[in-house]
């Protein structure tokens, strides 16, 4: 399935951001666990120039289970355009762990995060408040076709953001897991030119 989506960092306080979508329909909050893997054989789902251009997920959300497979697709100045997405529930955390584990890939970050997801005819709209990451609004179309134009479908969105009357600082060119390593990075730098280990 497409995915075509835009994520924003917001300014706002969960309480406050919340407050300004309270026209749309509200879907309740969930506590997830992203598990993103890689495999070092292959460097599928590894990150590549910055870029991680596949990934491997468990997702755990409240008491369900889901693995998923995501492929981005990037234009020409390789900025995140969509990404095809297949997922699948399991009923198993602990035997989908140990298969992924068997098949050789391993873990390569973690994200949890609290989720508040509101719903109009158009778009699934999330409130996102990540640990250790900060707070985004991420707002995804539905009922994407095959023949949709991505640009169209995002400048649609745009708009839309703009109508909210969230205070946003920016919009995202990669996703969270790229900004979990990205900061991840950052601070193993700043320890080696610290001269901590």
């Keep these: ?25 509200y879907k309740g909050m969930r506590e997830m ?30 008491k369900k289970v ?4 995501k492929l981005d697709h990037f234009d020409k100045n390789n900025t995140w355009t969509y990404s095809d997405e297949h997922e699948v529930e399991v009923n198993d955390l602990r035997a989908i762990t140990e298969i992924i584990t068997k098949l050789g890939f391993i873990p390569l970050a973690e994200i949890k995060s609290r989720k508040y ?5 158009d778009y699934e ?7 250790n990451l ?5 707002v995804e179309c ?12 995002k400048e649609d969105i745009r708009g839309f953001i703009k109508k909210l009357g969230i205070d946003v600082v920016e919009e995202m060119t990669m ?16 320890a080696i030119y610290s001269g901590r280990k």
Aim: with cysteine; aromatic share 6%.
């Design 1 to 25: 399935m497409k995915e075509i989506e835009i994520l924003v960092k917001i300014k706002d306080a969960v309480k406050d951001a919340r407050r300004k979508l309270s026209h749309l329909k």
């Design 33 to 62: 666990c992203d598990v993103y893997y890689h495999h070092p054989a292959t460097k599928r789902c590894s990150p590549k120039s910055g870029f991680i251009t596949e990934c491997l997920r468990i997702r755990k959300k409240d």
């Design 66 to 69: 889901y693995l998923t497979y």
């Design 117 to 121: 997801a509101f719903l109009t005819k």
């Design 125 to 131: 709209v999330v409130i996102e408040d990540v640990e």
């Design 134 to 138: 900060g707070r985004f609004l991420e």
């Design 142 to 153: 539905l009922n994407v076709g095959d023949n949709d134009k991505v640009e169209k479908k």
């Design 175 to 190: 996703g969270k897991l790229e900004l979990m390593l990205k900061k991840s990075q950052q601070s193993k730098e700043k």
